[in-house]
Each structure stands twice: as structure tokens, then as C-alpha cells.
């Protein structure tokens, strides 16, 4: 992941590259927000564990990666 953030982070200045992680930023906001529920839609578990698990991993792992930009 640090490799890949990398990556992105050299070219943080590029309009679209900025744009790509603001969108990240809002989309992954809170374990509430948009993007960990999509996840839990795309792995289409009826379990709610498991839908708060991965909603709460997809979370972290997003705000992981941002945190080295």
C-alpha cells in the first residue's frame, strides 16, 4: 500500500490525481459514509457482523492509505 500511495503522491499536483483523493476523502469520510457502503453492497452479505466488519475494514484501510498522501 505504501508503494502505491507513493505513486499517487508523486503526482498529487495533477488535477486529476487531486481530484481522485478528495473524492476518496469524501466518499470514505466515516464508516457511515458512501464508500464502505459500497463495499458492503458489492460483497452482498445479508450478515450484519459482517456487513459492519467490512464496512469498518474498508474504512481503515482507505484512511490507512490516505495517511500517506
Do not use: C
Not at 464508516?31 to 474498508?58: K, L, N, W, Y
Amino acid at each position: 500500500m505504501k508503494a502505491l500511495a507513493a505513486g499517487w503522491k508523486n503526482r498529487r499536483k495533477e488535477k486529476d490525481v487531486a481530484r481522485a483523493i478528495e473524492i476518496l476523502r469524501e466518499k470514505f469520510a466515516s464508516v457511515d459514509a458512501f464508500g464502505p457502503g459500497q463495499v458492503i453492497e458489492f460483497h452482498g452479505s445479508t450478515e450484519t457482523e459482517t456487513q459492519e466488519m467490512q464496512a469498518r475494514r474498508a474504512f481503515e484501510i482507505m484512511q490507512q492509505f490516505l495517511s500517506y498522501l
